[in-house]
């Protein structure tokens, strides 16, 4: 047993911190967690991931956006939606989600320290209680950093918490605006855009760069900018804000070309910042860089060898998903306990209406180092169950090696795309190839058909390119 009053401490109750100290717990070690009272389960459960993505339910739900196609577009399940409305099924599942991760440390016999964690020394942690003057020092072997990051606040933005807004203060606006800048055309921003955008505000989008989402599918990133100009977004590629001027009723924001956009609410979204800043990191021996964020190696050490970080505080790729198997992994090599390393194959999801999600290379990558491939491609209206949701515009492309017919990338736009980009990655993960997808057998009728018909759309261009060259 250690001199010290913990195997491992970690600082952060995020997916990343839960999963590092749920796998140490599991190895018989004592350990610690530390996180603020009203932070249980991190930003992913209280500010960032999940009352998102379930505020964009509840706006599919009470906007009837999905039945448009079958009941016509004037469709709606309430015809005047409040915050309140958004709000009351969001701050269930996050009080839910957060009981949850309390029962977890409780039944993993993980001890919960509330409070605010600073580094003493590189082996020492002080926690700032609740109460003023309420303060703990504890000793650990080990300790994990997991503390994320919260939304960054260009300085020359002057935030107000009421019509400029960053996208955490978004989810506590007190009306839905009738009109939204949203400044930057990252990840959040576009998902926030497409949530106001099916609320029925006008929303315009202003970008410094020349397009969004590069990292996706052009085509696929094509078809959701139609969509979201169907919803009557409006995008400003190329543009850069100048100044955002508000009143008591209203904001305009004047751009470097001299376009004044006024609108209810400017919504800023500018990456995002590492929460280290509270952490006395230098009693530790360690720095942030300018973003806040730490390096690791590829075990998730910093360089003090027996202090790892995990999840967003070390970038990219800063999901809720990736983190977590981050955390286990990190205990794990802490405590010398075989296991392999994150896969390379990742699926990653935008969570806009309608979803994006991919996995595997794009048609960009594999162009650009000269692989031979083919297009496979499925269309919702094409099958019976995209008929039935009354989703029409949704698709799903597969890339194939016409070399050996592997399975190199899927790609979906529309309904379930976050889910069904797993039956992809799972192909793939297996080294499997078009022919599983041509011989497998999908439940009718289902979305998961896509990848049949898109098999088989690849397959047969395989084979007319094969006559062609036989």
């Known amino acids: 047993m250690s001199e010290r009053d913990y195997d491992l401490i970690v600082i952060g109750s995020g997916p990343g911190g839960q999963k590092a100290a749920i796998a140490a717990s599991k190895l018989g070690k004592r350990v610690a967690i530390i996180d603020k009272n009203d932070m249980l389960g991190g930003v992913c459960v209280n500010t960032g991931t999940i009352p998102s993505k379930t505020l964009r339910e509840a706006v599919l739900y009470l906007t009837g956006m999905n039945q448009r196609e079958l009941y016509g577009a004037s469709y709606r399940v309430k015809q005047d939606i409040t915050i309140a409305d958004l709000m009351a099924r969001t701050r269930h599942v996050v009080d839910r989600e957060v009981q949850v991760v309390r029962a977890q440390l409780m039944r993993n016999h993980i001890d919960l320290i509330v409070g605010m964690g ?17 303060r703990t ?4 072997d080990y300790i994990v950093i997991a503390t994320g990051t919260k939304p960054a606040r260009p300085a020359e933005v002057d935030f107000d918490a009421e019509r400029v807004l960053d996208s955490d203060e978004i989810l506590q606006m007190e009306s839905v605006p009738s009109s939204l800048v949203v400044v930057g055309a990252g990840v959040i921003g576009i998902e926030y855009a497409s949530m106001f955008a099916a609320l029925g505000t006008r929303v315009t989008v202003v970008e410094q760069r020349d397009n969004m989402l590069d990292f996706c599918d052009p085509e696929i990133v094509e078809s959701l900018k139609f969509h979201l100009r169907d919803q009557a977004v409006t995008f400003r590629f190329g543009e850069k804000v100048a100044s955002v001027v508000v009143s008591d009723k209203a904001t305009v924001t004047t751009l470097v070309s001299g376009k004044r956009i006024p609108a209810d609410a400017v919504m800023y979204s500018a990456g995002r910042q590492g929460l280290t800043e509270v952490l006395n990191l230098g009693a530790a021996g360690l720095q942030a860089d300018k973003r806040g964020r730490l390096s690791v190696d590829n075990h998730y050490r910093t360089p003090v060898e027996h202090i790892y970080a995990v999840g967003d505080v070390i970038g990219f790729p800063a999901l809720a998903a990736t983190s977590m198997d981050q955390g286990r992994l990190a205990a794990y090599h802490a405590f010398g306990e075989p296991a392999n390393e994150l896969a390379a194959l990742q699926p990653i999801g935008i969570y806009s209406i309608p979803e994006i999600s991919y996995c595997g290379a794009t048609e960009a990558a ?3 180092s000269s692989v031979p491939y083919e297009v496979g491609t499925a269309r919702y209206r094409e099958l019976a169950r995209g008929q039935i949701t009354g989703d029409s515009y949704g698709m799903l492309k597969l890339l194939v090696s016409t070399v050996d017919r592997t399975l190199l990338g899927v790609h979906v736009f529309g309904t379930g795309a976050t889910d069904l980009v797993h039956i992809g990655q799972a192909v793939m993960g297996c080294g499997g190839t078009v022919d599983y997808l041509v011989d497998a057998v999908f439940n009718y009728p289902t979305l998961s058909e896509a990848y049949k018909v898109a098999a088989l759309d690849a397959t047969n261009k395989i084979r007319a390119l094969d006559r062609f060259t036989s």
């Open 118 to 134: 600073t580094f003493v020394d590189e082996h020492t942690v002080s926690v700032e209680g609740v109460h003023r003057g309420d």
């Open 137 to 140: 020092t504890m000793s650990s």
């Open 366 to 368: 594999l162009t650009s």
